[in-house]
């Protein structure tokens, strides 16, 4: 089974925004919590966010939409890159190992 982390180059189109739009998410909420991003760069994200419970300007959530978009693509990119190629790294590697169930140890009682 292929990994989210690591969307193959083949597969349909969707498959491929599904995993590229959940790759960017982890890799924002990363850069969120790395204290080496600077707090004021953070705001980005976080006013993009706040932004859709404003009234809206343009009927429809397009315009929320278009100012999220902008909001985290800026946040990524303005992102130190040496940062920013490390969680994506991170994000993409894949630890290759089998799964396999454990019994629980049964607790002796001692009285």
């Known amino acids: 089974m292929k990994s989210p982390f690591n969307p193959s180059p083949r597969g349909s189109k969707s498959d491929r925004f599904f995993n590229s739009f959940a790759e960017q998410i982890k890799l924002i909420y990363r850069l969120m919590l790395d204290p080496r991003i600077s707090p004021v760069l953070k705001i980005l994200p976080v006013a993009a966010l706040v932004y859709t419970f404003l009234p809206d300007l343009v009927i429809g959530p397009f315009d929320d939409a278009l100012v999220i978009w902008i ?8 992102c130190p890159d040496d940062i920013v190629a490390e969680h994506r790294h991170q ?21």
């Open 91 to 111: 994000l993409r590697s894949v630890i290759e190992a089998e799964w396999r169930d454990v019994e629980p140890e049964e607790e002796s009682e001692e009285d």
């Open 71 to 78: 909001g985290t693509t800026l946040f990524v990119e303005l």
